[in-house]
């Protein structure tokens, strides 16, 4: 079991003197609290978690490797299944006096909540910071009102894998700021007609994709950024898929998958995280610099550390 590190995964797991329940407990672990698992033995580990020692049920225990690369969050079946809402006990109520931000964020919360404090737990940063994050991204929506994940279409993204070398199609469809090329999307179906803003619907998100796919499914797949976390497709590799396609069906099959993915996301494919030090440092607009590109980097820093405050208000 050596490198080998435990989340709680049970709302209150008792810690014993001995690998059975014929004596009192020691103390207990809330749901997420990482432990060190010293040795595994039959249904129950010996851990140690701060200055509290002694044998859990391995039953209430998710295993996961202290080394980012070992394995991908979405595999871990116990993650895959885990309660996505948290317990009764931490439900935060709405209230009308809460506003906007506030209102938000509870809802992230107890929709989500359950599976986010596990998973802060693995990554060590604060919920609070996850919650923020998915608030930016899509107001913590996962899916549309038709059951469609939320999508966002990069016409510049297309453009680089596919329009550079069939401009005039390109062209004829799509368009988009040539000095900021986050800007200036859009969109016609008829290179005739009109063009189409079409970013903050997912109506007109859905139609710009699935035009684009006729196209090149590969290409149009890797340029929308997908569900919760709105994660790139071109960053699937990254989050431990073998394909896009893969990505695409799991982030539209569930939720989990979305917050998993976003986890692994945060985690990359190295020993250390650049997303994961500046979450943990409370540096929300270097965060941003690395999650959302340099183009509005300071416009996203502080929108996330709005939706942090707003989420701890609730809390105290």
Request: charged share 20%; aromatic share 12%; with cysteine.
């Amino acid at each position: 079991m050596a490198n080998k590190t435990g989340l709680v995964n049970a709302a209150s797991l008792n810690v014993r003197p001995e690998p059975s329940t014929a004596k009192p407990a020691l103390g207990a672990l809330t749901r997420g609290t990482k432990v060190e698992i010293l040795e595994k033995l039959e249904g129950w580990y010996r851990i140690k978690s701060g200055s509290l020692s002694g044998y859990v049920s391995g039953d209430y225990v998710t295993v996961v490797d202290n080394t980012p690369t070992a394995d991908y969050l979405w595999e871990m079946e116990l993650l895959r299944t885990a309660q996505l809402a948290p317990p009764e006990s931490k439900v935060i109520p709405v209230l009308a006096k809460h506003n906007a931000s506030q209102k938000m964020a509870a809802k992230v919360w107890n929709d989500q909540g359950g599976l986010l404090e596990i998973l802060c737990g693995i990554i060590e940063v604060e919920p609070a910071a996850a919650v923020a994050v998915l608030c930016v991204e899509s107001g913590g929506a996962g899916f549309d009102a038709n059951n469609r994940m939320i999508i966002r279409f990069e016409n510049h993204i297309f453009w680089n894998l596919w329009g550079q070398k069939n401009h005039d199609t390109f062209n004829a469809h799509f368009a988009f700021n040539a000095q900021k090329k986050w800007l200036g999307h859009k969109f016609r179906q008829d290179s005739n007609a009109a063009w189409l803003d079409f970013h903050g619907k997912q109506d007109n998100e859905w139609l710009v994709f699935d035009f684009a796919r006729k196209l090149s499914e590969n290409a149009a797949m890797n340029a929308i950024s997908m569900g919760g976390p709105q994660v790139m497709g071109f960053n699937c590799s990254a989050l431990g898929y073998g394909s896009v396609q893969e990505m695409f069906a799991n982030f539209s099959s569930d939720i989990r998958y979305q917050v998993l993915g976003l986890f692994d996301f945060l985690r990359g494919a190295g020993s250390t995280s650049k997303m994961i030090d500046a979450l943990q440092l409370k540096d929300y607009t270097r965060f941003a610099s690395y999650y959302n590109g340099s183009g509005q980097t300071p416009v996203y820093g502080a929108r996330i550390e709005g939706y942090v405050n707003a989420f701890k208000s609730l809390k105290s």
